[in-house]
């Protein structure tokens, strides 16, 4: 937790069709539920399936909506190479936590360049930066139900950040009030299983 002095920025980023847009929402909810003041970017790119899509948002005090070069607390990656895309928002200890399933963009397809191996990607980061979860986000969300509760998995992983400024049950409280009941119980295990996978491993 933080004061009202203090403020925390998250950078979410991937493609569209994977609920960064609500997931985005459920982080702003929850924020000002717990009494911070709270703002949401514009949305950067695309929002239909396949095209990029991006958000910032700043929790607590704040002056500007945009976050700054190297300004992120988090980056919340739900596509490896969008991840990569947002380094420019990071410091040495900002969080990166990313999911490892690749969505090869059309204008990557269409090129002759190839996506780069995700066990290369982690190496780099590693080597780079401090704080790298890689999530393989996908088999959790399977096992908690779904793909469609991707999302969820990605955002129990950043809330298990060990400074992550929301409770974990002001975040579910958002999650409830957003999605339909009848998903409540699959997107509590996406949640539950995306914070178990990072939890040890944030200290």
Do not use: W
Request: proline share 3%.
């Amino acid at each position: 937790m933080f004061n009202e002095k203090e403020s925390y920025s998250i950078y979410v980023c991937g493609v569209g069709g994977q609920g960064i847009i609500k997931t985005s929402v459920i982080i702003g909810e929850a924020a000002m539920n717990e009494g911070y003041e709270v703002v949401l970017s514009e949305i950067h790119g695309m929002s239909q399936r396949g095209g990029v899509v991006s958000t910032e948002l700043k929790i607590g005090d704040y002056k500007s909506s945009i976050i700054e070069e190297a300004e992120a607390d988090v980056i919340l990656g739900f596509e490896p190479i969008e991840a990569v895309r947002g380094l420019k928002k990071a410091n040495k200890n900002t969080k990166i936590i990313f999911n490892t399933l690749p969505i090869i963009p059309s204008t990557l397809s269409q090129s002759n360049q190839n996506y780069p191996e995700i066990a290369r990607i982690i190496a780099i980061l590693n080597d780079n930066y401090k704080h790298v979860f890689p999530i393989e986000g996908e088999k959790l969300a399977k096992d908690a139900g779904s793909l469609l509760s991707l999302n969820m998995v990605l955002l129990g992983s950043a809330i298990a950040n060990d400074t992550f400024p929301l409770s974990k049950e002001a975040v579910i409280k958002a999650m409830k009030n957003n999605l339909n009941e009848r998903f409540h119980d699959m997107n509590l295990k996406a949640i539950e299983n995306g914070y178990n996978a990072v939890k040890s491993n944030v200290n």
